[in-house]
């Protein structure tokens, strides 16, 4: 319900601007938007690649061991 308000005060906040000015507020959602979709395809692609290779590195020989260490 908050959200519904908030879109509705912020049309009627925009129908009174200059349309200059309602072009930069459209080209910042924009932006705003493009950045968004730009995380979730990020966290897509992150959990993608978590499971694809999960087994790989479950199964993976431990190649190096405490000894190798240089302390």
Do not use: A, C, H, W
């Amino acid at each position: 319900m908050v959200k519904q308000k908030m879109i509705t005060d912020i049309v009627r906040i925009l129908s009174s601007m200059p349309d200059d000015k309602v072009r930069e507020v459209f080209d910042f959602v924009e932006f705003l938007r493009e950045k968004y979709e730009d995380k979730i395809l990020v966290e897509g692609i992150e959990k993608i690649s978590e499971e694809s290779l999960r087994e790989f590195l479950e199964n993976e020989p431990d190649i190096y061991g405490y000894d190798d260490l240089k302390g």
